[in-house]
Each structure stands twice: as C-alpha cells, then as structure tokens.
C-alpha cells in the first residue's frame, strides 16, 4: 500500500493514498498512490484510458474520490469543489473541459475569478480592468489571438488550448495541473508551452503534466509516474529512466 | 483607476483589430438579421401597421400598445434567464395562475394588499426554486420537470380557488393599472425597471457570467469552480419572481384572479426569448432581445386587431413569425 518512493510529506505539494474512483462500473483507477514534490515538474503517463484525467480531476476537486486521501501543501484537504482547490492555490488545464464556447477570450481567462468593483452591497463586473488584465496576461506569454472581445468558439484549436494554459498560469498558483496540454498544438506552439513549463519551474511553481510523448516528458520533469490500466505501476527520476523503459512500464512489458 | 494612457494603445489596437464591415456587407450578411430580428421586425410591423392604420400610430393607440406588453415582457425576462442555462420554464403561465389565485384569496381572507402581493410572489419564486432543485438534485431534463410542474399547479390552482375567480377590488392595484407617469402607464415603468434590472445582472454582475457559462459548457464552468446547479437554480427562482409580478399586473389589469392558464403567454415567452436571438441552446442572450420580442409579437396582435383581423387568425400569425424567426437564427454568427 505504501508509495513506491516515499517522500517526506514537507517535500510533496499534493500527495494521495489510496485514492480510488469508480463511476458505476467502470474502475477509472483503484488505491493509487502519488506525490509531486514542491517545485518540481512531475509528469503521469500511461495508455489511453488508464485513468491520467480522472486522477487529476479526483486531485482538483473535479471529482469526488471512493475512498483514499489527499493531502495539498501538508494538509489533509480533500476539495469538496474546483473552487476550493482554486483558492488553495492550484489551477488546472483540463483534456476536454477547457474554454466556454461562448464567452470571449476575456471572459474565458476571468471566469470564476472575475474582478469586481464593490458599490455598496452590490458587485459589478470591472470589464475594463479585465479586458486590460486579460490583454497583459496574453501578452506576457506572447500568445497571439485577434481579439480578446471575440468569442473563443472561433479560435482554433492552438489557440484555444493557449487561452486555458494562460489562464492557468498567469494567476500565481502554487501547483499548475496540465492534462495533455501541448497534444492539439503545432510544433511552435508546443514549444512555447514547454518553455512556459521550465519557466513556472523556475519560478518553483509546482507543475503536474500529464502527457503522452515521452521525450517531453523525459525533457521536461524531474519525477514520471506510470498508470497502467487504473493503478499506479511505477516511478522513476526523469534523468535515470530512457524511453524504451518508459515503454516498457506503460506497456507492461517490463 | 485607468489613465487616458493606459487605455489610449489597447483601444487603438482593438480599433485596429475589428474591423467595421461596410453597410452594404453589414446589410447582406444573414447574420446581421439574426442578430437584429426582433428589432427589424418590430420596425416592419410598426411601418406595415402605420401604412395601412393610421391609428396605429395614435400615441393612444401606442401607450395601449406598451401596457398591453408590460406582463409579456416581465415573463420573457424570466423565461430568458431559463433558456441561457439552456432550460426552458413551461410552467410560467401556471405560476401566474398560481400567484393570481394566492394574490386574489389572500387578499379576499382580508390580509391586506400588500401581503397578498407579497405572498403571490413568494410562492411563485418558490415553484421556480422546486423547478430548479427538482431539475440539478434529480437531473431530470427541465422540460420533464417543467411540464410536471405546469400540470401539478394547474391543479393547485383549480384546488385552492375551487374553480371560481375571486374579485380583487383594491385601489392600489387599480391605480397600478390605470395610473401613470410621465408617458407611461405604471406597468410599463415596472415593465422597465425589471428590464433594467435584469440587463445590468446579466452584463454586470459576475452571476450573469456564471449562468451564460453554465448554459454554454456546464461540465467546462463546473471544472473551474462554478456551481453550476445553484446557477441553475436561481435562474428558475427568477423566473418564477418574474411570474409573480406578471401575476400582480395580471390581477390590476383584468381586476379578478382567474383560475384559467393564459398558454399563449407561456409560448408568446418562448417565442419572444426566440425573436430576441437568445440561443435556445444556452450560452449566449440578451435582456432587451427579449423585450423587443415580446413588444413585437403584441404589435402583431394589436395591429390585426385594428385591421380587424379576426382573433382567429392571430395565433397563425405569431406561430409563422416564430418558425420565420427560428430560419433566421440559424445564421446567428
Ligand atoms: N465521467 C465518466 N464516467 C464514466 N466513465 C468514465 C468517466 N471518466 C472517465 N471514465 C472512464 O475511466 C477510465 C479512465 O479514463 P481517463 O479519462 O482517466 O483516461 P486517460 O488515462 O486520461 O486517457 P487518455 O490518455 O485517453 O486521456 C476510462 O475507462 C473511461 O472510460
Ligand atoms: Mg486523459
């Protein structure tokens, strides 16, 4: 049941034992195990399905765990929500559930977060300061979209997974969770978002990236984790492992 | 906060970036239509109806016009903030029945006005609360729990009023009826108020962001901590609020609380939220859409009633507008 290496918890931003979710039936992944080590970059890899998403979602607050626990920057902390992890300090770039369609790119970087101007007892909407935030925030990150007036329906794929990866980072986290976020971009783009990646690690921003290309991975973290089929099957330090053993472990074949 | 400095390059820069297409473009482009459809048509039917009736046009003719609108646009509000979540309330009417009924027999057992108004609208917020909770707690699709609900106070009302109507003769709802100021009957100034009041919680408030993100990508704003089944919720109770006050412009208006369900108002809503370019598929509306669609479609009824256009004819027409309405959007940008 312990983990396979065990880390001091002063050591591990979020670490889980036991960790467990099922949705009816189906087991997305059983009594998992993991820490990511505070101001390191930790990556999860394994084969479609094995359960990457839904272990990152059960982190976040996404979802709700079976049975297992978690413990965020020392703390046992289960999040009951995505809000409550947001206001621990941990933002996410989600597979599937990225950027609402409708609302425009300023919208999109605020949403949940928006900034408010307080009259009374009310609460009104400070667009200009957002639009103005938002306009800095993409700039910083040179990440180029026609308008941020625009709605992100008709971004392109590149561009939309950019949005949600500027929103994720330019808040000031402590752990940036990335789930396959460089699989729809182009070969520049993907590099832009590495380099972001080794910056927020200079910056000892905690990252977490799940991803299924293993030279990126073996580029750009310090510790992997394996999934195979819904279990944690191995860990090993980026700088000891070669791509043939990370094949051989995702695969089983090891 | 902001200096002229500040903002000097950002707004040269999104001058730069949109473009403004030319009239002539603007003008073929379908989009523009959809976008504008309750307002092109409003302006159709007030030339067509000004042609061929001169008393159309009557500032009598016009103010009648506006109050007859006032309880149609209070409901398009409320059926607005259901159909951004991607909902759709069938069970406005009944919850104006409802809140007439309350209105009438609270006011009758001799609580006073004030009180019965007061109940009337509690109650029908507390039908849009149950929508709300039964819909996010048993994900059932709105427009199952919506119709149950249309069907269960229908019969509460026939159970509570026994089938009769109940006189309501109260001088604060009289003079609600027939007072005004200024240029407008006091509905219309209600009528204008819950406009206001909608359009700033829409556009300026985060909620309003929040319910057009729930209605656009539910399981997207849930991800990033938006709760999206209490967003859910208190779209339905504002609905049922609006209700409320259309019940209580319904009883100053025709003076009883009828135990009768007014279905024309409930598809005229719809029907309004559609001609204003809300989506029916959540995500994206508008308050003042919506308004205009419901002053459209009473433009429609009043304009055939002066043409002398039997009443008979007057649902084909606003259902030819509403299919007309729909083709359009589908080239909603
Ligand atoms: N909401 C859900 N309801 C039911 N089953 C789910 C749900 N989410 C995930 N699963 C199941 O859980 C398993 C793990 O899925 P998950 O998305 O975590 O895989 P993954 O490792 O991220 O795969 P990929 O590399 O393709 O993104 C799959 O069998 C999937 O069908
Ligand atoms: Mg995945």
């Known amino acids: 049941m312990s983990a396979p290496h065990h880390i001091p918890a002063a050591e591990a931003i979020i670490a889980c034992e036991g960790l467990s979710k099922h949705f009816g039936g189906i087991r997305a992944f059983t009594d998992v195990a993991f820490q990511a080590r505070r101001g390191e970059v930790t990556a999860v890899i394994g084969d479609n399905g094995a359960g990457k998403s839904t272990l990152v979602r059960s982190l976040v607050g996404v979802h709700q765990p079976d049975a297992g626990d978690l413990f965020f920057d020392g703390q046992a902390r289960p999040f009951a929500n995505p809000d409550e992890a947001r206001k621990a300090g941990i933002e996410t770039v989600h597979q599937n559930l990225a950027l609402i369609d409708e609302l425009t790119v300023a919208q999109n970087l605020f949403l949940n977060r928006e900034i408010v101007r307080r009259i009374g007892p009310f609460a009104f909407l400070d667009r200009k300061a957002m639009k103005r935030e938002a306009r800095s925030m993409l700039s910083r990150l040179s990440i180029n979209v026609p308008s941020i007036n625009q709605r992100v329906r008709r971004l392109s794929g590149g561009q939309r997974q950019a949005i949600s990866i500027c929103r994720a980072v330019g808040s000031g986290a402590k752990l940036v969770v990335m789930d396959e976020p460089t699989a729809a971009l182009g070969v520049q783009e993907t590099a832009n978002v590495e380099a972001l990646i080794r910056r ?24 992997i984790w394996v999934m195979r089929a819904g279990k944690m099957a191995a860990t090993v330090r980026a700088s000891e492992t070669s791509g043939n053993e990370l094949v051989a472990l995702v695969t089983g074949a090891a | 906060m902001s200096t002229p400095a500040d903002n000097a390059p950002a707004a040269h820069s999104a001058g730069a970036e949109e473009s403004r297409p030319s009239l002539a473009a603007l003008l073929l482009d379908p989009s523009f239509w959809a976008d504008w459809a309750s307002v092109v048509g409003l302006v159709g039917l007030v030339i067509v109806f000004g042609i061929a009736q001169p008393v159309f046009l009557s500032v009598a003719n016009l103010q009648a016009l506006l109050l007859a609108a006032a309880i149609l646009v209070v409901l398009s509000i409320g059926q607005t903030f259901v159909i951004a979540t991607s909902g759709i309330d069938l069970s406005l009417a009944a919850a104006v029945m409802l809140g007439a009924i309350i209105l009438g027999l609270v006011n009758a057992a001799g609580y006073g006005i004030f009180i019965a108004c007061v109940l009337a609208v509690l109650a029908t917020s507390a039908v849009g609360f149950l929508n709300g909770l039964i819909i996010t707690a048993g994900k059932i699709p ?12 229908t019969g509460l009302g026939l159970i509570l009023s026994g089938g009769e109507p109940t006189m309501v003769g109260s001088t604060f709802l009289l003079r609600l009826a027939s007072g005004s100021f200024g240029p407008f009957g006091y509905p219309v100034w209600v009528a204008i108020a819950a406009v206001i009041v909608a359009h700033i919680a829409l556009y300026h408030t985060r909620f309003g962001v929040h319910l057009l993100a729930t209605g656009g990508q539910a399981e997207s704003a849930g991800a990033l901590g938006i709760r999206t089944n209490r967003v859910k919720i208190a779209a339905y109770t504002i609905s049922g609020l609006c209700a409320g006050v259309a019940a209580i412009l319904l009883v100053a208006r025709i003076g009883s609380a009828e135990p009768q369900i007014n279905t024309s108002l409930l598809l005229n809503s719809v029907a309004a939220v559609v001609l204003g370019g809300v989506s029916l598929f959540g995500g994206r509306a508008s308050i003042l859409g919506p308004a205009i669609g419901a002053l459209m479609l009473t433009a429609l009824v009043n304009g055939l009633t002066l043409l002398n256009v039997s009443a008979f004819y007057q649902p084909l027409a606003v259902g030819a507008i509403v299919v007309l309405a729909a083709l359009i959007m589908r080239y909603q940008k």
């Open chain 1, 200 to 223: 927020l690690r200079e910056q000892s921003v905690s990252v977490i990236l799940v991803s299924h290309n293993f030279d990126q991975v073996r580029r750009l973290s310090d510790q």
């Open chain 2, 142 to 153: 709105d427009f199952v729990v919506t119709l149950g609900t249309l069907s269960g106070i």
